[in-house]
């Protein structure tokens, strides 16, 4: 059995007037994130967490925001498919751990929909992918609601 465990963290500006693409759902906000698919920052994330378990590089190297065919893309597109490299390379996931930085709105009242939508995206349980939001105290560019911040972390494992 090899256990292994990838680390991803991402940044997006945020926008007023965009929508707020988290998690795999929209959330109402007066501001949305700026990126070139839905700047689903959580997402990203989990794609860098899982690509860098199995020393797959990272998002941009997969889907490039040069390419028009992910301008404006569904995250959930792309996590699907970086489940399928995994799990074409054996790998199983394991558990994910995952932070959002964010001054507002706040996060909680969506953590079950967002666990059960990438649940259903990645074909595991709900109870293994752990949401948690955090602000930063007023302090950097997510205290001054300029952007959003996420980290997370995964263990895949293949026998
Ligand atoms: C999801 C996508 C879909 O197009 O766009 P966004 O919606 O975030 O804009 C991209 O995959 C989002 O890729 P992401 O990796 O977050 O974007 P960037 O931070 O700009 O990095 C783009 C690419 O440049 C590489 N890179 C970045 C910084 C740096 N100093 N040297 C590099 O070589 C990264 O490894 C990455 O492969």
Known sequence: MKIRTGFGYD??????????????????????????????????????ALLGAANLRDIGFHFPDTDPQYKGIDSKRLLAEVVRLLRERGYSISNIDSTICLEQPKVNPHIPEMQRVLA???????DDISIKATTTEKLGFVGRNEG???????LISKS
């Open 11 to 48: 940044v997006h500006q945020l926008r007023e007037g965009l929508p707020f693409w988290l998690g795999g759902i929209q959330v109402p906000h007066t501001h949305g994130a700026l990126g070139h698919s839905d700047a689903d920052v959580l997402i990203h994330v989990i794609c860098d």
């Open 148 to 154: 959003v911040a996420a980290y997370a972390s995964v």
């Open 120 to 126: 259903e995206v990645m074909g595991v349980e709900t």
